[in-house]
């Protein structure tokens, strides 16, 4: 069976954006791109809550006419190419290879055809949906040295306690730290 993953940066407190939604705040650095191209290497399908999906289908298609950086150019073709699914009650159709769907049970039929890893980069929302579902199978969170105060929790307030296992711990460049959790 196909494992889902869930890929995000987070501040030290526990934030994956800034009050006003900016997330200006995470660096991709050589070793975090490195990883980063790696995961996504193993993934064959990109998935997204609506959100997610409106920043990512809002700069990936063109970055080229956007940014010089590296990592945004090495990556751009691979998104471009990768089968997406958003998961969405409001939104009825998207382009670049993305399918739309609209409740977590057809992410679970995903899961059961055969096929790679599904790649669930960024959010709060949809992973906490999969995770109550026993869809999510690992987190993993690259926490940056950056202390935002308010914004977006990654873990939405009144979740049951859950106990987890790490899987790995390690720094990424002097910048980022990335911790690897398995939920099964």
Do not use: C
Not at 62 to 75: I, K, N, P, R
């Amino acid at each position: 069976m196909r494992r889902i993953i869930h890929f995000v940066h987070t501040s030290l407190d526990g934030f994956i954006e800034g009050p006003n939604g900016e997330f200006d705040w995470a660096v991709m650095t050589g070793k975090l791109s490195k990883y980063s191209l790696g995961l996504v290497g193993q993934a064959d399908t990109f998935l997204y809550g609506r959100v997610v999906w409106e920043m990512m289908s809002g700069y990936w298609p063109e970055v080229e006419s956007m940014s010089t950086h590296e990592h945004d150019l090495a990556f751009a073709p691979v998104w471009r190419k990768t089968p997406k699914v958003v998961v969405s009650s409001s939104l009825e159709q998207a382009d670049w290879n993305t399918t739309v769907v609209n409740t977590v049970e057809a992410v679970g039929e995903l899961k059961q055809q055969p096929g790679g890893d599904i790649l669930l980069t960024g959010g709060s929302t949809l992973a906490a949906s999969l995770e109550d579902s026993g869809l999510l199978d690992e987190r993993r969170i690259v926490v940056h040295p950056v202390l935002l105060g308010a914004g977006k929790r990654l873990f939405p307030e009144n979740r049951k306690r859950r106990s987890v296992t790490l899987i790995e711990s390690r720094p990424l460049d002097e910048h980022a730290v990335l911790l690897r959790h398995s939920l099964i």
